[in-house]
């Protein structure tokens, strides 16, 4: 089953991690790919660890070119993944799965496919339908990061704050939205929810937890002040899920303590801190990229 898409399939990729847990001998499932920072690819990442199943990541790099631009190993390889693996929608993230013996690519289709195997996606066909909403709802509060992070040719380093501050009230129309469905929640559960589908951990809550590190990051980065001011519900839940015992291998680890939000020619989280990325000038600082073969496993 590894043999399909496995660690010695491509060498685009600047590191390849194999992760394994204490007490599963099959051979991981699945094989991840993104850029080589936390984005759409940790959600996947987290819920994968969550779930306590092996699985193989390929992080492929965004490096500096001969010309003040980028490029990466991945262009030239998508071509020939995409005839290799008859798949004409290949994309990062990717998800290749070993058993079926096919790739699965656009996030959300992702996160559900790998979800609905490990038990993300609800019990039933209403709480699955929470999910998808949820799963959208959060891809929307994405987009507003991403157009900040990456902006347009129109931006200039001067009118970021400004920009920023437009991006925490865009995004804060979404927040509110699931401050409220929060509020349903703890009142269902007599507590603070620290799930947002029926008191259970679901798919959604990872991709949530981490647009919620983005936005407390662009809050400190630009001086916007408490993320949390008028979001109780959105507080308690990422304190209380953050705090799980399922997510502290994740949380502990070099993938989301070292990798940046975004990718290197991003205005805001192209490096940890969060911190911005400048062309060549921060080529050394960029510590996780090009890392070869790692394997990572709970101590």
């Not at 991690?17 to 690819?41: A, D, K, N, Q």
């Not at 993300?120 to 891809?139: A, I, P, R």
């Not at 990422?238 to 940046?260: C, I, M, R, T, V």
Request: contains cysteine.
């Amino acid at each position: 089953m590894d043999s399909y898409f496995s660690s010695t399939s491509t060498d685009a990729a600047g590191t390849i991690v194999e992760v394994t847990f204490p007490g599963t001998e099959e051979p991981p499932r699945f094989g991840l790919g993104y850029w080589s920072i936390r984005g759409l690819g940790a959600p996947l990442t987290m819920m994968l660890c969550a779930a306590k199943q092996p699985f193989t990541l390929f992080l492929y790099d965004l490096v500096e070119n001969d010309s003040p631009a980028w490029t990466s190993d991945y262009f030239a390889a998508k071509a020939k993944y995409i005839e290799e693996y008859n798949q004409p929608l290949w994309n990062l993230p990717f998800c290749a799965d070993r058993e079926e013996k096919r790739v699965v690519c656009q996030t959300n289709a992702i996160i559900s496919h790998v979800g609905r195997i490990y038990g993300f996606m609800g019990e039933d066909s209403v709480s699955t339908s929470q999910c998808e909403e949820l799963l959208n709802e959060l891809y929307d509060l994405r987009n507003i990061m991403t157009k900040f992070a990456y902006g347009g040719p129109e931006d200039t380093v001067e009118k970021d704050g400004e920009i920023a501050k437009e991006t925490l009230a865009g995004g804060m129309k979404h927040l509110a939205k699931l401050e409220v469905l929060l509020k349903i929640q703890s009142d269902k559960e007599g507590a603070s929810a620290a799930y947002l589908v029926n008191g259970k951990m679901s798919a959604p809550d990872f991709h949530l937890f981490e647009l919620l590190d983005q936005f407390e990051g662009l809050c400190q980065y630009y001086n916007l002040g408490d993320l949390y001011e008028n979001l109780p519900q959105l507080k308690g839940f990422k304190s209380a899920f953050g705090g799980l015992s399922e997510n502290q291998f994740y949380l502990d680890s070099w993938l989301h303590k070292e990798l940046p939000y975004n990718n290197t020619l991003a205005r805001f989280g192209s490096l940890p801190g969060p911190k911005t990325y400048s062309h060549t000038n921060s080529a050394s600082l960029a510590t996780w990229r090009n890392k070869g073969l790692v394997k990572l496993s709970p101590p």
